[in-house]
């Protein structure tokens, strides 16, 4: 569990891209098709997980950033733990 609170720390230090521009570009197509899902699916529970999933992802590849990448130890993570 420390290990993991130290790397969110030092994540926060300074976010640095992450991720390459082909993944970048990957994560926003797949956040787009999951928001027209979201519109198209007439069941609640999945539109609230297609929308999420699309924010999240979209978010990711606009900023070029991905927490989740560096703390399970992503090849692409320029900070050195």
Request: hydrophobic share 50%; proline share 4%.
């Amino acid at each position: 569990m420390a290990d993991i609170l130290r790397r969110l720390w030092l994540l926060s230090l300074g976010m640095k891209k992450n991720l390459s521009d082909s993944n970048r570009l990957t994560r926003v197509a797949a956040a787009v098709v999951l928001w027209i899902l979201s519109f198209i699916v007439s069941k609640s529970p999945l539109k609230i997980i297609f929308r999420l999933l699309g924010t999240v992802l979209g978010v990711s590849g606009a900023v070029g950033f991905c927490p989740a990448k560096c703390l399970l130890g992503g090849d692409q993570c320029p900070t050195n733990f």
